[in-house]
Protein backbone atom coordinates (compact mmCIF):
# COMPACT_ATOMS: atom_id res chain seq x y z
CA UNK A 1 0.00 0.00 0.00
CA UNK A 2 0.64 3.73 -0.54
CA UNK A 3 1.71 5.75 2.53
CA UNK A 4 3.26 9.13 2.82
CA UNK A 5 6.22 8.19 4.90
CA UNK A 6 9.72 9.80 5.89
CA UNK A 7 13.05 7.90 6.60
CA UNK A 8 14.32 10.72 9.52
CA UNK A 9 13.50 13.32 11.10
CA UNK A 10 12.77 17.18 9.88
CA UNK A 11 10.43 19.28 8.16
CA UNK A 12 7.88 18.69 5.29
CA UNK A 13 10.90 18.09 2.70
CA UNK A 14 11.04 14.86 4.47
CA UNK A 15 8.06 13.53 3.60
CA UNK A 16 7.43 10.99 0.63
CA UNK A 17 5.20 8.58 -0.83
CA UNK A 18 6.42 4.98 -0.42
CA UNK A 19 5.44 1.29 -0.82
CA UNK A 20 4.70 -0.36 2.65
CA UNK A 21 3.38 -3.34 3.88
CA UNK A 22 -0.30 -3.11 4.47
CA UNK A 23 -0.71 -4.23 8.13
CA UNK A 24 -2.00 -7.12 9.68
CA UNK A 25 -5.40 -7.49 11.30
CA UNK A 26 -5.60 -9.05 15.00
CA UNK A 27 -8.30 -10.73 16.50
CA UNK A 28 -9.51 -7.56 18.23
CA UNK A 29 -8.88 -4.95 15.17
CA UNK A 30 -10.29 -4.01 12.19
CA UNK A 31 -8.92 -3.00 9.24
CA UNK A 32 -9.52 0.42 7.93
CA UNK A 33 -9.26 1.36 4.26
CA UNK A 34 -8.44 5.27 4.63
CA UNK A 35 -10.44 7.80 3.12
CA UNK A 36 -9.39 10.57 4.97
CA UNK A 37 -6.70 11.47 7.73
CA UNK A 38 -6.16 14.95 8.98
CA UNK A 39 -3.27 16.52 9.92
CA UNK A 40 -2.31 18.25 13.67
CA UNK A 41 0.70 20.30 14.98
CA UNK A 42 1.43 17.02 16.66
CA UNK A 43 2.29 15.36 13.12
CA UNK A 44 5.51 18.22 12.50
CA UNK A 45 6.13 17.60 16.16
CA UNK A 46 6.15 13.64 15.26
CA UNK A 47 8.50 14.28 12.00
CA UNK A 48 10.81 16.83 13.62
CA UNK A 49 11.46 14.86 17.32
CA UNK A 50 11.33 11.50 15.79
CA UNK A 51 14.32 9.39 17.85
CA UNK A 52 16.59 7.91 14.96
CA UNK A 53 17.39 5.10 17.69
CA UNK A 54 14.22 4.34 18.44
CA UNK A 55 11.99 5.04 15.59
CA UNK A 56 11.73 1.56 12.53
CA UNK A 57 12.00 3.97 9.57
CA UNK A 58 10.37 4.42 7.42
CA UNK A 59 7.82 5.89 9.72
CA UNK A 60 4.17 7.60 8.61
CA UNK A 61 2.15 9.97 10.83
CA UNK A 62 -1.86 10.65 10.76
CA UNK A 63 -3.73 10.32 14.02
CA UNK A 64 -7.36 11.24 12.99
CA UNK A 65 -8.67 8.96 10.50
CA UNK A 66 -11.80 8.27 8.62
CA UNK A 67 -12.84 4.94 6.30
CA UNK A 68 -14.42 1.88 5.51
CA UNK A 69 -14.06 -1.08 7.39
CA UNK A 70 -12.08 -3.61 4.83
CA UNK A 71 -11.51 -6.27 6.98
CA UNK A 72 -12.88 -7.84 10.39
CA UNK A 73 -10.65 -9.40 13.33
CA UNK A 74 -12.02 -13.00 14.42
CA UNK A 75 -13.27 -11.84 17.89
CA UNK A 76 -14.81 -8.31 16.19
CA UNK A 77 -18.69 -8.90 16.24
CA UNK A 78 -19.54 -4.70 16.42
CA UNK A 79 -18.40 -4.13 12.77
CA UNK A 80 -18.65 -5.64 9.41
CA UNK A 81 -17.40 -4.70 5.95
CA UNK A 82 -18.02 -1.20 4.43
CA UNK A 83 -19.08 0.30 7.69
CA UNK A 84 -18.24 4.14 7.81
CA UNK A 85 -16.56 4.74 10.84
CA UNK A 86 -13.86 7.27 12.44
CA UNK A 87 -10.99 6.23 15.45
CA UNK A 88 -10.24 7.60 18.82
CA UNK A 89 -6.49 8.06 18.24
CA UNK A 90 -5.41 7.27 22.03
CA UNK A 91 -3.46 3.72 22.59
CA UNK A 92 -3.92 2.61 26.43
CA UNK A 93 -3.67 -0.38 28.42
CA UNK A 94 -6.99 -0.76 30.09
CA UNK A 95 -5.14 -2.46 32.72
CA UNK A 96 -3.47 0.66 34.82
CA UNK A 97 -4.51 2.24 37.59
CA UNK A 98 -5.61 5.22 35.71
CA UNK A 99 -7.35 3.51 32.74
CA UNK A 100 -9.10 1.09 35.67
CA UNK A 101 -10.17 5.00 36.54
CA UNK A 102 -11.77 5.60 33.27
CA UNK A 103 -8.57 7.90 32.67
CA UNK A 104 -7.34 6.63 29.62
CA UNK A 105 -5.38 9.42 28.34
CA UNK A 106 -3.33 9.15 31.66
CA UNK A 107 -2.48 5.35 30.79
CA UNK A 108 0.99 4.42 32.19
CA UNK A 109 1.69 3.23 28.50
CA UNK A 110 -0.53 6.28 26.53
CA UNK A 111 0.56 6.64 23.22
CA UNK A 112 -1.10 8.05 20.21
CA UNK A 113 -1.69 6.32 16.99
CA UNK A 114 0.96 8.14 14.39
CA UNK A 115 3.52 8.51 17.10
CA UNK A 116 3.66 5.19 18.92
CA UNK A 117 2.68 3.46 16.18
CA UNK A 118 2.32 3.89 12.12
CA UNK A 119 -0.55 6.60 11.64
CA UNK A 120 -3.58 7.02 8.50
CA UNK A 121 -1.46 9.01 6.48
CA UNK A 122 -1.90 4.98 4.38
CA UNK A 123 -4.29 3.61 2.30
CA UNK A 124 -4.55 0.77 5.27
CA UNK A 125 -4.64 1.36 9.03
CA UNK A 126 -5.80 -1.83 11.36
CA UNK A 127 -7.04 -0.12 14.58
CA UNK A 128 -8.09 -1.62 18.10
CA UNK A 129 -12.11 -2.62 17.37
CA UNK A 130 -13.05 -0.76 21.09
CA UNK A 131 -11.94 2.62 19.59
CA UNK A 132 -13.73 2.16 16.55
CA UNK A 133 -17.05 4.58 15.83
CA UNK A 134 -19.28 4.62 13.43
CA UNK A 135 -19.96 7.83 11.38
CA UNK A 136 -23.82 9.10 10.22
CA UNK A 137 -24.19 9.94 6.57
CA UNK A 138 -24.22 13.54 6.99
CA UNK A 139 -20.51 13.59 8.25
CA UNK A 140 -17.99 13.59 4.74
CA UNK A 141 -14.94 11.71 5.37
CA UNK A 142 -12.74 14.98 5.43
CA UNK A 143 -14.66 15.99 8.27
CA UNK A 144 -14.86 13.30 9.91
CA UNK A 145 -11.19 12.91 10.02
CA UNK A 146 -10.91 16.80 11.23
CA UNK A 147 -12.58 16.03 14.87
CA UNK A 148 -11.09 13.09 17.06
CA UNK A 149 -7.99 14.31 18.06
CA UNK A 150 -8.54 18.51 18.02
CA UNK A 151 -12.12 18.10 19.51
CA UNK A 152 -11.65 15.36 22.30
CA UNK A 153 -8.40 17.78 23.38
CA UNK A 154 -10.52 20.75 23.80
CA UNK A 155 -13.69 19.19 25.05
CA UNK A 156 -11.71 17.82 28.25
CA UNK A 157 -9.75 20.54 28.42
CA UNK A 158 -12.74 23.20 28.48
CA UNK A 159 -15.28 21.26 30.25
CA UNK A 160 -13.88 18.46 32.40
CA UNK A 161 -10.40 20.13 33.37
CA UNK A 162 -11.44 23.79 33.62
CA UNK A 163 -15.00 23.50 33.82
CA UNK A 164 -15.73 26.51 32.24
CA UNK A 165 -19.16 27.69 32.91
CA UNK A 166 -21.91 29.76 30.78
CA UNK A 167 -20.99 33.74 31.13
CA UNK A 168 -17.53 33.49 32.15
CA UNK A 169 -15.23 35.15 29.96
CA UNK A 170 -12.74 32.69 28.03
CA UNK A 171 -9.65 33.41 26.05
CA UNK A 172 -8.77 31.48 23.83
CA UNK A 173 -5.10 31.66 22.21
CA UNK A 174 -4.04 30.23 18.61
CA UNK A 175 -7.76 30.58 17.70
CA UNK A 176 -7.57 29.54 13.98
CA UNK A 177 -5.66 26.09 15.10
CA UNK A 178 -7.60 22.53 15.20
CA UNK A 179 -7.89 22.78 18.84
CA UNK A 180 -8.60 26.57 19.14
CA UNK A 181 -11.28 26.28 16.05
CA UNK A 182 -12.62 23.38 18.54
CA UNK A 183 -12.37 25.24 21.24
CA UNK A 184 -13.93 28.53 20.41
CA UNK A 185 -17.21 26.38 19.40
CA UNK A 186 -17.37 24.65 22.48
CA UNK A 187 -16.59 27.66 24.68
CA UNK A 188 -20.19 29.20 22.55
CA UNK A 189 -21.92 25.59 23.87
CA UNK A 190 -21.12 26.44 27.26
CA UNK A 191 -22.53 29.68 26.90
CA UNK A 192 -18.97 31.22 27.64
CA UNK A 193 -18.08 34.86 26.70
CA UNK A 194 -15.22 33.88 23.90
CA UNK A 195 -12.12 36.19 23.09
CA UNK A 196 -10.27 34.72 20.59
CA UNK A 197 -6.96 35.56 19.49
CA UNK A 198 -5.52 35.28 16.10
CA UNK A 199 -3.11 36.68 13.50
CA UNK A 200 -4.62 37.89 10.39
CA UNK A 201 -7.50 40.28 9.32
CA UNK A 202 -9.07 37.02 7.41
CA UNK A 203 -8.50 34.83 10.01
CA UNK A 204 -10.20 37.34 12.13
CA UNK A 205 -13.13 36.99 10.03
CA UNK A 206 -13.39 33.47 10.51
CA UNK A 207 -13.02 33.33 14.22
CA UNK A 208 -16.39 35.16 14.62
CA UNK A 209 -17.64 33.26 12.21
CA UNK A 210 -17.12 30.17 14.25
CA UNK A 211 -19.13 32.16 17.34
CA UNK A 212 -16.14 33.96 18.78
CA UNK A 213 -17.32 37.22 20.73
CA UNK A 214 -13.64 39.42 20.65
CA UNK A 215 -11.36 38.50 18.35
CA UNK A 216 -7.66 40.25 18.95
CA UNK A 217 -5.32 40.17 16.50
CA UNK A 218 -1.94 39.40 17.61
CA UNK A 219 0.40 41.04 14.98
CA UNK A 220 -1.20 44.01 15.20
CA UNK A 221 0.08 45.73 18.58
CA UNK A 222 -0.39 45.57 22.20
CA UNK A 223 -3.35 42.77 22.32
CA UNK A 224 -2.76 42.35 26.06
CA UNK A 225 -3.75 45.71 26.85
CA UNK A 226 -6.40 45.43 24.25
CA UNK A 227 -7.76 42.41 26.25
CA UNK A 228 -7.22 44.10 30.16
CA UNK A 229 -9.51 47.06 28.39
CA UNK A 230 -12.16 44.70 27.29
CA UNK A 231 -12.70 43.13 30.67
CA UNK A 232 -12.54 46.65 32.31
CA UNK A 233 -8.83 45.84 33.62
CA UNK A 234 -11.02 42.32 35.77
CA UNK A 235 -9.38 39.72 33.59
CA UNK A 236 -10.18 36.60 32.47
CA UNK A 237 -11.98 33.67 33.90
CA UNK A 238 -10.28 30.89 31.80
CA UNK A 239 -6.94 30.80 29.72
CA UNK A 240 -6.81 28.18 27.21
CA UNK A 241 -3.53 28.27 26.62
CA UNK A 242 -1.42 26.26 23.70
CA UNK A 243 1.16 28.63 22.58
CA UNK A 244 3.34 27.78 25.44
CA UNK A 245 6.40 29.82 26.38
CA UNK A 246 5.47 33.46 23.74
CA UNK A 247 2.52 33.91 25.83
CA UNK A 248 2.56 31.95 29.02
CA UNK A 249 3.75 34.66 31.27
CA UNK A 250 1.00 37.17 29.57
CA UNK A 251 -1.08 34.39 30.20
CA UNK A 252 -1.39 34.16 33.38
CA UNK A 253 -0.85 38.02 33.89
CA UNK A 254 -4.66 38.22 31.93
CA UNK A 255 -6.34 36.09 34.67
CA UNK A 256 -8.70 37.64 36.82
CA UNK A 257 -8.01 36.63 41.24
CA UNK A 258 -9.10 32.80 41.43
CA UNK A 259 -8.83 32.15 37.51
CA UNK A 260 -8.37 29.40 35.42
CA UNK A 261 -5.19 28.74 32.85
CA UNK A 262 -5.61 25.52 31.24
CA UNK A 263 -2.83 24.07 29.12
CA UNK A 264 -2.32 21.38 26.55
CA UNK A 265 0.16 22.73 24.20
CA UNK A 266 3.35 24.61 23.65
CA UNK A 267 3.47 25.27 19.78
CA UNK A 268 5.87 28.22 20.39
CA UNK A 269 8.25 26.61 23.15
CA UNK A 270 7.97 24.27 26.39
CA UNK A 271 10.24 26.57 29.08
CA UNK A 272 8.72 29.62 30.37
CA UNK A 273 8.87 31.78 33.62
CA UNK A 274 5.87 31.99 35.98
CA UNK A 275 6.01 34.78 38.41
CA UNK A 276 4.82 32.58 41.52
CA UNK A 277 3.60 35.97 43.59
CA UNK A 278 0.15 35.76 40.79
CA UNK A 279 -0.12 32.39 41.45
CA UNK A 280 -0.56 32.90 45.04
CA UNK A 281 -1.43 36.30 45.52
CA UNK A 282 -4.18 36.02 42.40
CA UNK A 283 -5.56 32.60 43.70
CA UNK A 284 -4.55 31.02 40.57
CA UNK A 285 -4.93 27.10 39.23
CA UNK A 286 -2.68 25.76 36.93
CA UNK A 287 -4.46 22.82 35.26
CA UNK A 288 -2.80 20.24 32.83
CA UNK A 289 -5.11 18.17 29.94
CA UNK A 290 -3.93 15.82 27.37
CA UNK A 291 -6.20 14.29 24.82
CA UNK A 292 -9.30 12.56 26.68
CA UNK A 293 -10.95 10.00 28.50
CA UNK A 294 -13.00 7.28 26.46
CA UNK A 295 -16.08 8.96 27.82
CA UNK A 296 -15.38 12.39 26.71
CA UNK A 297 -14.50 11.25 23.53
CA UNK A 298 -17.90 9.68 22.86
CA UNK A 299 -19.85 12.95 24.11
CA UNK A 300 -17.80 15.35 22.01
CA UNK A 301 -18.30 12.84 18.93
CA UNK A 302 -22.18 12.69 19.73
CA UNK A 303 -22.39 16.63 19.64
CA UNK A 304 -20.25 16.63 16.40
CA UNK A 305 -22.84 13.93 14.94
CA UNK A 306 -25.80 15.99 16.19
CA UNK A 307 -24.43 18.72 13.96
CA UNK A 308 -24.31 20.90 17.28
CA UNK A 309 -20.47 21.28 16.91
CA UNK A 310 -18.71 21.62 13.59
CA UNK A 311 -15.62 20.81 12.71
CA UNK A 312 -13.61 23.22 10.25
CA UNK A 313 -11.97 22.14 7.10
CA UNK A 314 -9.52 24.37 6.15
CA UNK A 315 -7.94 22.65 3.08
CA UNK A 316 -7.87 19.00 1.32
CA UNK A 317 -4.84 17.42 -0.34
CA UNK A 318 -4.18 14.37 -1.91
CA UNK A 319 -2.25 11.87 -0.65
CA UNK A 320 0.77 12.49 -3.32
CA UNK A 321 0.84 16.29 -2.04
CA UNK A 322 1.16 15.30 1.85
CA UNK A 323 4.18 16.90 2.03
CA UNK A 324 2.75 20.31 0.98
CA UNK A 325 0.35 19.51 3.27
CA UNK A 326 2.88 19.38 5.85
CA UNK A 327 4.24 22.89 4.52
CA UNK A 328 0.84 24.38 5.02
CA UNK A 329 0.40 23.58 8.13
CA UNK A 330 3.97 24.79 9.22
CA UNK A 331 3.19 27.91 7.63
CA UNK A 332 0.68 28.83 9.87
CA UNK A 333 -1.76 30.31 7.54
CA UNK A 334 -4.81 27.56 8.36
CA UNK A 335 -8.07 28.44 9.69
CA UNK A 336 -9.02 24.71 11.27
CA UNK A 337 -8.02 21.70 10.05
CA UNK A 338 -5.41 20.25 6.89
CA UNK A 339 -6.65 17.31 5.72
CA UNK A 340 -5.20 14.74 3.10
CA UNK A 341 -7.95 13.14 1.66
CA UNK A 342 -7.51 9.72 -0.34
CA UNK A 343 -9.99 11.13 -3.25
CA UNK A 344 -8.87 13.77 -4.22
CA UNK A 345 -6.87 14.67 -7.44
N1 LIG B 1 -1.79 17.71 24.94
C1 LIG B 1 -2.66 17.38 24.01
O1 LIG B 1 -3.48 16.50 24.18
C2 LIG B 1 -2.67 18.11 22.71
C3 LIG B 1 -3.61 17.78 21.73
C4 LIG B 1 -3.66 18.54 20.56
C5 LIG B 1 -2.75 19.58 20.37
N2 LIG B 1 -1.83 19.83 21.32
C6 LIG B 1 -0.90 20.96 21.17
O2 LIG B 1 -1.69 22.14 21.11
C7 LIG B 1 -1.14 23.07 20.19
C8 LIG B 1 -2.15 23.38 19.09
O3 LIG B 1 -2.35 22.23 18.31
P1 LIG B 1 -3.12 22.30 16.91
O4 LIG B 1 -3.01 20.99 16.24
O5 LIG B 1 -4.46 22.90 17.12
O6 LIG B 1 -2.14 23.32 16.17
P2 LIG B 1 -2.27 24.17 14.85
O7 LIG B 1 -3.51 23.81 14.09
O8 LIG B 1 -0.95 24.11 14.17
O9 LIG B 1 -2.47 25.64 15.44
C9 LIG B 1 -1.53 26.31 16.20
C10 LIG B 1 -1.91 27.78 16.22
O10 LIG B 1 -1.07 28.44 17.16
C11 LIG B 1 -0.98 29.80 16.81
N3 LIG B 1 0.42 30.25 16.85
C12 LIG B 1 1.43 29.82 16.10
N4 LIG B 1 2.55 30.50 16.40
C13 LIG B 1 2.22 31.36 17.39
C14 LIG B 1 2.94 32.36 18.13
N5 LIG B 1 4.24 32.61 17.88
N6 LIG B 1 2.28 33.06 19.09
C15 LIG B 1 0.99 32.82 19.34
N7 LIG B 1 0.25 31.92 18.64
C16 LIG B 1 0.88 31.19 17.69
C17 LIG B 1 -1.54 29.94 15.39
O11 LIG B 1 -2.84 30.49 15.54
P3 LIG B 1 -3.19 32.00 15.13
O12 LIG B 1 -2.61 32.22 13.79
O13 LIG B 1 -4.71 31.97 15.12
O14 LIG B 1 -2.63 32.88 16.19
C18 LIG B 1 -1.66 28.50 14.92
O15 LIG B 1 -2.73 28.33 14.00
C19 LIG B 1 0.15 22.43 19.69
O16 LIG B 1 1.21 22.87 20.51
C20 LIG B 1 -0.09 20.93 19.89
O17 LIG B 1 1.09 20.19 20.01
C21 LIG B 1 -1.77 19.13 22.49
ZN1 LIG C 1 -3.47 2.07 31.13
Given at each position: MKAAVFFQPGGPEQIQIAEVPRPDVGPDQVLIEVKACALNHFDLLVLREANPDSTVFPFWGGADIAGIIAEVGSSVAKFKNGDRVTVNPSLYCGDCEHCI????????????????????????????????????????????AAAPLVYQTAWRALMSQAQIRAGEDVLILGA?????????????????????????????????????????NRTKGDYWSELAALTNNRGVDVVVENTGAATWSDSLE?????GRLVTYGRTT???????????????????????????????????????????????????????RAYQHLLNGEHFGKVVISMEAE
Open positions: GGQESQCDDYGITGDSIPGGMAEFISVNARDVMLLPETLSFEEASGGVGSASIQIAKLAGANVIAVTSSTEKEAYARQMGADHVLSLVKGGSIAETDIRLIFWHHLRIIGSTMANRKEFAQVMRLIFKGKLKPVVDSVYPLQQAG
